[in-house]
């Protein structure tokens, strides 16, 4: 195995052994088997289409080596976006919400949460809502471009050329994530289902997000899905958290609101022209809780940074006349929400509130083009 | 652009005109919005559920470096299997259908068609069958592991040691996938949608499989999604199109039925107790036409060798008393079917055939545990 020559492999059984010396796990153990834990709804989902597609994309011509000598070089497609969507029936009139995830995961993140209960994908759906969920460009089932990477074995370009792929460890995903000061020790009030963190672990795919072409390919696929859907709620989490921002200043008319969750960074250095165009569009930013927890991640020692860069923000498209709104469940008396907000133990509860804040700062039937 | 470094880009626009003096394109054009051309359904899909889970999966320890520095070392699970599945209405005691997707490839290839037409997942699951759609372990959302690329960038591996990523060209693709002898130049009968090839080409994904443990975490992934499901009917196409036998031999009990779609290759090596083994399920091969087309792929000059050398093992599974059989649409007087005839534009027809090879040597409702 190549892999062993990089890394310690250490069997599910071994693991779970350690787990439980620091007391990490619930009965599940970390050879749940993930299919027996997901729920069945008590009514079924009536869709009027599901199915997927592609945004954007572009054609570039490769070497056979930059394809991998499997065959003759071409072309090849690149930087086209994924997304997978649900149209509940009867809903075809009413507004799209479009989901996008964070750093080194997929859109797997709104679909079935870890403890196998039902993602906020299918929740937005039954509660009337055309839902699409993309993979980022680079990430997924979007692609990414191979071709340096080929480049480099075959000693056609230097290895400091390719990028570095990131993934978090599991050890930091609990500060780094908010479901405890470190592994195995949830805080008391936490809404994450630590049980199942091995399940959130599965979801972690390699980020190539230093490969993409600047800007993001990502931000204009955005912009473009949401003109194509004449209308659309556009939501970002964590990396992607500020993408809906970008979105709008691309197309503010096709953006109908703005919801961004717990953005890595609320961006500082928007112009008053975009502020002044942020401001036609309805904003909630949402936070969880324990957000002073020490991250572990250098580049952002606390989370509440974050909730305080976003904070700024929305004053000033407030200040330009603007809907800008933040959504903080713990000053309503709802505590122990994590980063991973949409996979919370409480999770519908906090889709109620983004539900309700739609339906007064959008409406709910106004937009969807199916 | 760092891509720029190691590839011509191409514009879309630049390629229309290119594509039409060679005659490549119908109306659609390279532009496509793929999301208009989606169709929707005359009736409403009606599911007792739907969502997804991984199956396998195994933890590693990692150093910084390995994850990317982008923080702290310390343990990321991979090879795991992500898994989406949809669950009919009154289908729950019917056989489950897992439907395993090709080489450089994701189990996008079985969703909405290139042309915007009903994928397989959906058509079997409006004929009665849960439906699950792996993504092949290292491909699409089930990620990989980046360990060893990020140690050749900083100079900790040779550059060798990193392998190949694959692709196909969409140059290759034609011939290879049996569109047409060349570029933009259909067979005349031909049943793919040669309008939405572009559409396709973007379902395209680096394919790491070198990067694998051997054996390939996917078959165990497989043999146990059966056992999870308590028996289902394994289908494969091209790269996994042998996959379901190697299930099958992982564990015979829980494979009701294998369906074999344009197998790169079915196994010369398997001895007489595998064998018997396999003549305990019944076992079905699908090929499309145009089979003594060059490929344009040396490892595989054509598929027709692909195609005898099933019916050879085909052959000897007969000989040990098994039920196995070639279905092969073109001696039905079906003509012009590709590689990717999940996507063919007869694509519900072939799905009828293989549907009522099911009924009558599995049973539709002989299965399922949802």
Not at 68 to 80: C, D, E, F
Request: net charge positive; glycine share 12%.
């Amino acid at each position: 195995m190549r892999r062993q020559r990089f890394a310690v492999v250490v069997s599910r059984s071994v693991l779970l052994v350690g787990a439980t010396l620091v007391g990490v796990l619930a009965a599940t153990g970390l050879e749940a088997q993930a299919l027996k834990d997901v729920q069945t709804p008590d009514t079924p989902l009536v869709l009027k289409a599901q199915g997927s597609f592609f945004v954007g994309g572009e054609s570039v011509e490769q070497t056979q080596g930059e394809l991998g000598n499997l065959g003759p070089g071409g072309h090849i497609s690149v930087n086209q976006m994924y997304v997978r969507f649900m149209v509940p029936q009867g809903g075809a009139g009413n507004v799209s919400v479009v989901l996008v995830h964070g750093a080194t995961l997929t859109g797997k993140s709104w679909e079935t949460t870890p403890d196998g209960r039902m993602g906020w994908d299918e929740y937005f759906v039954r509660k009337g809502h055309p839902v699409y969920v993309p993979d980022q460009v680079g990430r997924g089932r979007s692609g990414f471009n191979q071709a340096v990477f080929n480049n480099v074995r075959a000693g056609k370009a230097a290895a400091a050329d390719q990028p570095a792929l990131f993934r978090f460890s599991d050890e930091v995903a609990w500060p780094n994530f908010r479901f405890g000061l470190k592994p195995g020790a949830p805080f008391l009030d936490s809404q994450f289902p630590a049980s199942a963190v091995d399940e959130l672990a599965k979801q972690g795919v390699p980020d190539v997000s230093r490969l993409l072409p600047t800007p993001n390919p990502t931000l204009k696929a955005l912009a473009d899905l949401a003109t194509q859907l004449k209308g659309a709620v556009m939501m970002g989490h964590s990396q992607s958290g500020a993408f809906p921002l970008e979105a709008a200043l691309l197309n503010p008319a096709a953006t109908r609101a703005l919801v961004l969750v717990e953005p890595g960074r609320c961006p500082d250095t928007y112009t008053d022209e975009q502020i002044k165009v942020l401001a036609t569009v309805p904003i909630l930013a949402v936070f969880g809780d324990h957000r002073d927890t020490p991250t572990g991640i250098s580049i952002r020692p606390s989370w509440q940074l974050s909730f305080d860069g976003c904070q700024a923000l929305l004053g000033r498209i407030k200040a330009a006349g603007g809907d800008a709104r933040m959504l903080n469940p713990a000053d309503q008396g709802i505590r122990g929400n994590s980063h991973m907000i949409m996979q919370d133990k409480n999770n519908r509860q906090i889709a109620d509130l983004i539900l309700q804040w739609i339906d007064a700062h959008v409406g709910k039937r106004s937009g969807g083009n199916r």
